[in-house]
């Protein structure tokens, strides 16, 4: 499965029709290999995929991370098999268990353990793949930031896609995995070399993550304590989760994960106005 060296993640649920058009085609034409996007209250993943692999020839694009909680696992494994039969095998599935606000509080459904209903839900997919023979590449990776859930991804799927990380996940991430598949790590950045002006993008886009046991249980993994996601979060914490700078520095930073062994790094840029859709200026420094 080559999803390249350098990915691209956008929240595309802000973004118009041609603005989607647009940020597929220029994420290809700036070299980066895949095209990341959330599931959240927006466009439904699927959806949205077919959209972007419409208006590209060559990208590849995945759902980063598409909920388990919104279908059934033969609806995931037909929405899988359709796009890649229909845009030349250019999509990958990537699945998530979410978070309890997004489950029970926005769709109603009670929120299990993440593992164990990760599994089953693998299980489901296989069984509805059973009764479709000929499907060979199964291009689905996980959300997974802890030890078993890593694991899960190793054993069932291409790999794991952990996000709000530091370069030390890797190792993490690897140890769990025992050495075998894919690790693909997202890392928020901010083109300035202003700390306040950093500093404040990073609080509002991760705001609505300290509140999120998934995050901070992990956050304690890589070496933070409760005092980090306390209140607005600690400059330590926003600095490690929004690399800013000069592109030379941004670039320097962004080494550390692939030298530390992950797969694919995944650049998301974000605007200090706040405005939506990624910042171009920041992407195309970034890019080959």
């Given at each position: ?267 998301q840029a974000l605007r200090t106005d706040g405005g939506p859709g990624p910042d171009w200026s920041a992407l195309e420094a970034l890019a080959g």
């Open positions: 499965m080559n999803i390249g060296k350098t990915g691209v993640f956008v929240f595309t649920d802000a973004l118009s029709a041609p603005e989607l058009a647009h940020c597929a085609r220029r994420v290809e034409e700036l070299g980066y290999g895949t095209l990341w996007y959330p599931e959240a209250f927006g466009f439904e993943s699927f959806t949205v995929a077919g959209y972007l692999l419409a208006h590209s020839k060559h990208l590849v694009v995945g759902s980063g991370i598409a909920n388990i909680y919104a279908r059934d696992p033969m609806s995931a494994v037909m929405g899988h098999n359709a796009l890649n039969a229909l845009y030349g095998g250019r999509f990958v599935l990537g699945l998530g268990v979410s978070h309890v606000p997004l489950v029970t509080d926005a769709r109603g459904h009670a929120y299990g353990k993440p593992v164990a209903t990760m599994r089953g839900y693998l299980d489901g997919m296989d069984r509805a793949w059973s009764m479709m023979p000929g499907t060979t590449d199964r291009r689905v990776v996980l959300a997974a930031l802890g030890p078993h859930m890593s694991r899960l991804a190793a054993e069932r799927t291409k790999g794991a896609f952990p996000y709000n990380i530091t370069p030390a996940q890797v190792a993490l991430s690897r140890a769990a995995m025992g050495g075998t598949g894919l690790l693909i790590c997202e890392q928020k950045v901010v083109l300035s070399e202003d700390p306040v002006v950093a500093r404040q993008t990073a609080r509002a886009v991760l705001k609505m993550y300290l509140g999120l046991p998934n995050y901070s249980q992990n956050w304690l993994r890589l070496g933070f304590t409760p005092e980090d996601w306390a209140g607005e979060g600690s400059d330590r914490l926003m600095d490690a989760m929004v690399y800013w700078g000069t592109p030379a520095q941004i670039r320097a930073k962004l080494r550390a994960y692939s030298e530390a062994g992950a797969d694919q790094v995944v650049v």
